[in-house]
């Protein structure tokens, strides 16, 4: 069980946390104490939205026909649902603890990986909340030519996904 929570990635960065602390402390107490609240303040932050999230994409499972999931996204749906997850994706708000919990319940409830990869990818290229901001920064010119030139990349990376489960010794 604690070889599930405690796994290399966690403990490298509990290590890196407390040598941090550590030199923080040594350079400036008050800074340390305070670095701390800061970062326990982001925790309990994260902590709610990743809890929120979860129980939003269980509801979701629980609300949506399973069936449907099936018939549009999964295994038999070939390109229709690839490019039905690219929708999906590019259409879904919301920061990775909000929006990879809902991919992961929707990929549960039977949706297919190439259409699930075509999600996460259509979400991290061109996501409807981060468009807005994405002009704002960095121009709307920027945004348009981004958007254009990678509209194409999650059914792409949907069709590669599709190719690769049919090789039988890929992921055994």
């Known amino acids: 069980m604690l070889s599930k929570i405690f796994d290399s990635t966690t403990l490298g960065f509990m290590a890196a946390a407390i040598t941090l602390f550590i030199i923080v402390l040594i350079k400036d107490a008050s800074l340390a104490v305070s670095a701390s609240k800061d970062g326990l303040t982001l925790f309990v932050r994260y902590a709610v939205l990743i809890i929120s999230s979860m129980l ?55 949706a297919s990986v190439p259409a699930t990869v075509a999600m996460v990818c259509a979400w991290g290229l061109w996501s409807i909340g981060r468009i807005p901001l994405e002009a704002a920064v960095m121009g709307a010119k920027f945004t348009m030519i981004q958007v254009i030139s990678s509209f194409i990349l999650p059914i792409l990376a949907g069709l590669v996904a599709w190719f690769l489960e049919t090789i039988p010794w890929f992921m055994t």
């Not at 069936?67 to 690219?86: E, N, Q, R, V």
């Not at 920061?95 to 809902?102: E, G, H, Q, T």
């Open 56 to 110: 939003i994409a269980a509801y979701i499972q629980a609300l949506i026909p399973k069936d449907l999931i099936t018939s549009y996204l999964g295994g038999a749906s070939g390109f229709k649902g690839i490019f039905l997850g690219s929708l999906i994706g590019g259409l879904t708000p919301g920061s990775p603890y909000a929006a990879l919990p809902f991919f992961a319940g929707i990929m549960r409830m039977g």
